[in-house]
């Protein structure tokens, strides 16, 4: 029995090969051993939703994850979206439709709506409020972040969504 | 939060994971999805001495398979997979249907059929899904495999009767009846199901129906079929009063809990109520 394991995994596009606990969610393992801290950690139980990150692509709540089950796999933080000092144009229309007031919960959203946005489909505003369901805000009200998901997705074009 | 300490153990085979469980004598938990098991560690509600990780056995359990009528659902298949895909979509609408109320786009970017089925949540919506298209359960063990019919899996809340070292690996369906509705209530947008309610069945020309099933969920410690009530519309026309009466018949098998969500008056109240809705819907050409 160990109480660690050795993984590789590719993190914004950074092979990092490091040993983790197996007890270790994969958000703890993004913030205290990569210091990467954009990530937040809210109820660690799969409901709040502010952990979201990407692994291969597809939204996930990293709390429910192990940082053993990231061996082997890419995982998209927030820290990814705006590598410069410029924002991508999704936190633009975050910033620009007033989409976050204390801001802790934005990573999350962030996430789940460039994996969405990724996808390509076109949406109703219900559609966008199902698919971000799985973050919750408990100062804007959601109306606002609808707003900036929807401007996002249908002025920003497909292919800029995808080259994130 | 951390869950207590346990072996973190990654089978490159479905025959390694189960002789993962069977070293570890029902000590062990699989670790699929992990959207129920995690929070459950976490909170301690659970101190499994293994983890056997079977993420990594795609190739054995991730599959979807047709054969003749039959469609077989690896144990590792994705909500997500199931949501998309155009096999589930044709051959199992109601599956490709009822996913939609698991969960959020997080959760079922990483829950699978086969962990809810093992889970046997009773207001899960896959185990009732299961019962109402009269599914197979397959399971591994180190006899080899053997097929549970869905009506015999659960045993209980959160309990069935696959042994300690046997690894649930695929679900199975017949070929799904025509027509189906499926209903769901809780007390919050995405919450645990105070009740559900799926009824499915074909209608002839004569405007009769048959192998007509209605399950409920939510309302015992497991999902169950209301034979009562199936029985009492198949092969009839259904008429306003048919339908009533089969409503009051699904309360025979109704043995509902009383837990922080609701009382057991309560949700027996729900069940004619729901019943009637579904199937009057069902009548009416409105599926799904």
């Known amino acids: ?164 | 939060m951390k869950p207590a300490p346990f072996d973190y153990i990654r089978p490159a085979t479905v025959a390694q994971a189960v002789d993962a469980l069977d070293q570890h004598a029902g000590m062990a938990r699989v670790l699929a999805g992990g959207q129920s098991l995690v929070p459950m560690l976490g909170m301690r509600l659970m101190r499994p001495s293994a983890l056997i990780d079977i993420n990594g056995l795609e190739d054995e359990l991730g599959r979807i398979e047709c054969s003749g009528s039959e469609t077989t659902v690896g144990a590792l298949v994705r909500y997500a997979t199931l949501e998309r895909s155009p096999v589930i979509s044709e051959r199992l609408p109601l599956l490709a249907h009822v996913v939609r109320y698991i969960g959020d786009r997080q959760v079922r970017n990483r829950g699978t059929l086969g962990g809810a089925v093992a889970q046997s949540d009773p207001t899960g919506e896959m185990g009732l899904v299961c019962l109402a298209l009269g599914a197979s359960v397959l399971a591994r063990g180190s006899g080899g495999e053997r097929t549970i019919p869905i009506e015999q899996f659960f045993e209980g809340s959160y309990a069935n009767v696959l042994e300690p070292e046997e690894l649930l690996v695929a679900l199975r369906f017949p070929l799904a009846p025509s027509r189906c509705r499926f209903f769901e209530r809780g007390r919050k947008h995405n919450d645990f199901a105070l009740i559900s309610v799926v009824a499915v069945g074909s209608e002839d020309a004569d405007g009769r129906w048959h192998d007509v099933r209605i399950a409920l969920g939510g309302i015992n410690d497991r999902p169950v079929l209301a034979p009562a009530a199936a029985a009492r519309l198949e092969g009839a026309r259904w008429d306003a009063a048919a339908i009533e009466e089969a409503a009051q018949l699904a309360l025979e098998v109704a043995d509902p809990p009383d837990d922080v969500r609701a009382s057991a008056d309560y949700r027996r109240h729900l069940v004619p109520v729901h019943v009637r809705r579904v199937l009057t819907d069902l009548a009416a050409g409105e599926d799904r």
């Open chain 1, 1 to 164: 029995m160990s109480d660690t394991v050795e993984i590789t995994v590719t993190v914004n596009g950074t092979v990092h090969r490091e040993q983790v606990s197996v007890r270790e969610h994969a958000a703890d393992f993004l913030r205290h051993t990569l210091g990467l801290t954009g990530t937040h950690v809210g109820c660690e139980q799969g409901v709040c939703g502010m952990c979201t990150v990407l692994l291969d692509g597809q939204a996930v709540k990293a709390c429910l994850l192990l940082a053993p089950q990231l061996d082997g796999h890419e995982v998209e933080t927030v820290e990814s979206l705006a590598p410069g000092e410029e924002l991508d144009p999704l936190q633009q229309a975050f910033k620009d439709a007033h989409a976050l007031q204390c801001g802790f919960c934005t990573p999350g959203f962030l996430m789940t709506a460039t994996a969405l946005g990724r996808e390509g489909r076109a949406l109703s505003r219900d559609e966008i409020r199902d698919e971000l369901a799985g973050v919750l805000c408990r100062c804007t009200g959601y109306e606002h972040i609808v707003t900036a998901v929807e401007r996002y997705l249908a002025e920003t074009p497909a292919r800029e969504r995808a080259d994130v």
